[in-house]
């Protein structure tokens, strides 16, 4: 699930989620033609154990997408309309698509490059993510940490939690979202079930 809360993006995972979306990262990662839309909307409700405030919070769908395919948010209401039931597919990210710390993790942050940092934007009900190549496999290799991380962490440290922040590239440069928060929070629940 992923939550609007007002002022951060808050999306709760656990293992298979998170392997879930690491694959939609390397998709993003390896496919500058297209959108990665993840449902994460319809029909569901949030994992036990969150609070009500964030249940009263407005729940987003995903779309990952490199800026050389050039769609803009605002005609996702349009696409997502004609949309059918899709039909499923099997796709295998390697574990090496993600690069492991000090390989090139944060490279982007350490150049200044904000070429390869992450945009955000809101358009329909979605939070688009839009970034580079490098920007995915970057930013994807920390979600990938949480499949491999998260649930090693959760046995031995009861009570804590794993947990990626991603940033929206303006945010680092004093420049805001206009439309919707600029900062998303993954963490990792270990146990917590999609009811």
Excluded at 13 to 35: F, I, Y
Excluded at 93 to 102: E, W
Excluded at 168 to 178: I, K, S, V
Aim: charged letters at 25%; aromatic letters at 8%; proline letters at 7%.
């Amino acid at each position: 699930m992923l939550y609007d809360n007002g002022w951060s993006l808050d999306m709760y995972v656990d293992r298979q989620a998170a392997e879930s979306l690491a694959v939609a990262w390397g998709l993003a990662a390896r496919s500058r033609r297209s959108l990665v839309h993840v449902p994460l909307k319809a029909g569901r409700e949030g994992p036990a154990g969150i609070g009500e405030w964030q249940r009263s919070s407005v729940v987003l769908d995903l779309v990952l997408v490199q800026p050389a395919l050039g769609f803009p948010p605002s005609r996702w209401k349009a696409v997502r309309g004609r949309l059918g039931a899709g039909r499923p597919h099997t796709m295998e990210i390697p574990a090496t698509d993600f690069p492991r710390g000090g390989e090139d993790d944060d490279r982007p942050a350490r150049r200044g490059n904000r070429r390869d940092e992450l945009r955000f934007g809101h358009a329909a009900g979605t939070l688009f993510l839009t970034g580079t190549a490098t920007a995915f496999r970057s930013t994807g290799a920390l979600v990938h940490a949480l499949v491999t991380d998260g649930p090693a962490r959760a046995l031995d440290y009861p009570g804590t939690h794993e947990c990626v922040t991603l940033e929206h590239d303006g945010a680092r440069h004093g420049r805001p979202l206009r439309h919707g928060p600029g900062m998303m929070h993954i963490e990792y629940a270990h146990g917590w079930k999609v009811a």
